[in-house]
């Protein structure tokens, strides 16, 4: 081999060391503004990078886990609540129009709650409340009143099945 194709081939070799030492300068600026852009600076290495990331990603699953029970909890208060309403509005005498006789039954997920009645007459009102457990009251129920309890205890499985 001559002199001039030694030289050729050492320019070459050269020309793709300084190729390859230009791609690293690149990545390793690249790589650089990645990990300025999630957090680390000039005075923490990767390591304490990550460390800290991990201590954050640590504490968001604890709090996901409280948050949970936390939900759980506000579920079960809701089951409980009278959330569940139907109100049934009716003539209670023949004499009388305009259905301002009304029964509206309130109940919970489980049927527990109460059945209140307003009987509108010409001269009078009255007003019954009876409890109502696991849907059904003790106390004998009016049609109106088992036809606003069925709407409650519908709305109930309704919800329940959404």
Do not use: C, N
């Amino acid at each position: 081999m001559d002199s001039s194709t030694l030289a050729l081939v050492a320019g070459v070799v050269a020309v793709v060391a300084l190729l390859v030492a230009l791609v690293a300068v690149l990545r390793a600026g690249a790589i650089h503004r990645q990990l300025l852009a999630l957090g680390a600076d000039g005075d923490h290495d990767v390591v304490s990078l990550l460390a800290r990331e991990h201590d954050r990603v640590s504490r968001l699953g604890s709090d996901l886990t409280a948050l949970s029970t936390r939900i759980d909890s506000l579920d079960g208060q809701a089951a409980a609540g009278l959330r569940h309403v139907a109100v049934v509005r009716y003539d209670a005498f023949g004499d009388m129009g305009g259905r301002l006789s009304f029964s509206a039954a309130l109940v919970d997920d489980t049927g527990d709650g109460l059945v209140l009645s307003s009987i509108h007459a010409r001269g009078e009102s009255r007003t019954y409340a009876k409890g109502v457990v696991g849907g059904v009251s003790e106390i004998t129920l009016s049609p109106e009143e088992r036809q606003a309890l069925t709407a409650a205890r519908d709305s109930s499985k309704d919800r329940t099945h959404e």
